[in-house]
């Protein structure tokens, strides 16, 4: 059952250190996500140096989206029964250790497995994180800033990460990319034993929900590999569906078992209240569009223009500056002031108005003209959105649950992830093989069918881009249709979220999230 709150606790008020401690909570952030862009730079020269073959090079990418969609909801729920200051700084001590395995790998097999172990702590410590925000930050305003920088991290660290990658590998070595995370890790995890003081009565001491974990487990691997699948196999292959199948039963049977259950592994509260469902099924479509956006423009700078890797981060920067200031000066200033739909679907809209730019990529297009301020606008819309979204995500919810709820907040973005890729990709290469067909009979020399192949793989790109401006639409509607709440102000106290919603079944126990988190 979960703890119920120290009186010691109560009147001790905020924790004099909650500024401190979320420095370090945002340095292990930036480390997960950065991972997430940063070994894909440095893909191709570890390839070659560990004699990775073409078939298995994906396995890199697959190996730790596996291990981290798979396991969020087990490692959320650990935090909650273990406590989140211990389940954050086991995750960063195993992070770093499968991080330097990564470094020294000298063949495959030790590669995949330092990927699937990074994969298997991070889906520790990415909830843990979020999770101690959650119960340590519980006044509007300050909930507020701390998500905002929270938001910005999430948002603009992918694009960090390609920065860093391009400079690691062209002036380093590909190692490096693994190596970097021991000092970032090492950082986080002192300075986490030394200021970090997780609120008592937040753990959850039900006994762990094994059934659950196993279906969990089970359905997201199906579920993520499915999508990694269909972008090498094809989606009509019988693999692929299979693996569609397998997830749909496996999620399916979840469902039912934790809805019979005392103490479930995710307690079906934590996704039907209308605001957090709408916040995880929009975020998880807003992901789509943007790992679509990062790989075709990562590609088109490199491949097209023929940017360096380094010169290809630095391209981003405006997105990443975009994101940043509207996470920390849009979305934190207003988020106690208004609803947070009235922050997230702009946003949205904002997105989908630079994405709309990208559509008209060419061959020659300029980047200051075109791309800069597509960039701009995706980065103030998409940091908008995305800080609300992570304070409404775990807004509301019993300080027992917080663990898993941001766990679903993680696990929304990787599934999203493994969607974009696929389904964008698919899209991409679709629509550049129709218009190879379509013109290829009009490139009779040598320079016009370099030319023809060029354009053949920007009109993948744009059409391909089309799609994620209509999935920006569609987050930007659940959003004005689901999320009634604000993302982080005071509230009377005793009226919750959950109880406005009527997500709480009869017999449950009462709230326990202080009435200044609502």
Avoid: C
């Avoid at 520790?124 to 006044?139: E, G, H, N, Y």
């Avoid at 899209?427 to 290829?440: D, G, N, R």
Wanted: glycine share 12%; charged share 10%.
């Amino acid at each position: 059952m979960p703890e119920t709150p120290s009186p010691a606790d109560a009147q001790a008020g905020p924790d004099p250190r909650r500024w401190k401690a979320l420095a370090f909570i945002a340095i292990a952030q930036l480390m997960v996500v950065l991972d997430a862009t940063i070994v894909n730079i440095a893909l191709p020269s570890a390839q070659a140096d560990l004699g990775i073959s073409d078939a298995n090079r994906q396995w890199v990418i697959t190996a730790y989206a596996l291990a981290f969609g798979g396991l969020l909801l087990f490692g959320g729920r650990i935090a909650d029964m273990w406590g989140r200051k211990r389940a954050f700084v086991t995750g960063l001590v195993g992070f770093a250790l499968a991080s330097a395995l990564g470094g020294a790998a000298n063949g495959e097999v030790m590669m995949l497995s330092a990927r699937a172990l990074q994969g298997a702590f991070g889906a520790l410590l990415a909830p843990a994180a979020l999770s101690l925000l959650a119960v340590m930050f519980t006044d509007g305003k300050e909930r507020a800033k701390a998500f905002g920088i929270y938001g910005a991290i999430a948002g603009g660290g992918g694009a960090i990460g390609l920065i860093l990658g391009g400079v690691l590998t062209e002036y380093l070595d590909w190692r490096w990319t693994f190596y970097v995370n021991v000092p970032f890790a090492a950082i986080a995890a002192l300075g986490a034993i030394s200021v970090i003081h997780e609120p008592s009565g937040t753990r959850n001491r039900s006994a762990l929900d094994i059934p659950g974990v196993v279906l969990s487990t089970l359905g997201l691997v199906s579920l993520v590999y499915g999508f990694t699948r269909a972008e090498t196999d094809g989606w009509s292959e019988g693999g692929t569906i299979g693996m569609f199948i397998a997830a749909f039963v496996l999620l399916a049977a979840f469902a039912g078992v934790e809805s019979r259950l005392r103490a479930p592994l995710l307690p079906l509260r934590v996704v039907t209240d209308r605001n957090r469902g709408g916040v995880y099924l929009s975020l998880g479509l807003a992901v789509i569009a943007m790992f679509g956006l990062f790989l075709f423009l990562t590609y088109y700078l490199q491949v097209v223009k023929d940017y360096s890797p380094v010169r290809t981060g630095v391209a981003f920067l405006p997105m990443v500056a975009g994101m940043i200031t509207g996470s920390t000066q849009i979305g934190a200033r207003l988020m106690t002031r208004v609803p947070a739909r009235l922050l997230m679907a702009p946003g949205f809209l904002t997105a989908a108005v630079g994405m709309l730019m990208l559509t008209q990529l060419e061959v020659d297009s300029s980047y200051p003209a075109l791309i800069l301020p597509a960039e701009v606008l995706l980065g103030l819309g998409l940091g908008t959105a995305f800080m609300p979204a992570m304070s409404l995500a775990t807004h509301g919810v019993r300080p027992s649950d917080a663990g898993v709820a941001s766990a679903m907040v993680n696990t929304s973005q990787q599934v999203g992830g493994a969607i974009g890729t696929a389904l964008l990709n698919t899209i991409a290469a679709s629509a550049t093989t129709s218009y190879v067909t379509a013109h290829v009979a009009e490139a009779t020399t040598k320079p016009a069918q370099q030319m023809l192949k060029l354009e053949a793989m920007v009109h993948g790109y744009t059409s391909a881009i089309w799609w994620a401006v209509g999935i920006l639409l569609v987050s930007a509607t659940i959003v004005t249709v689901l999320v009634n709440a604000r993302g982080g102000g005071n509230q009377a106290p005793g009226k919750t979220l959950e109880g406005e919603a009527g997500s709480d079944r009869p017999g449950d126990e009462p709230e326990l999230v202080p009435a200044a988190m609502h």
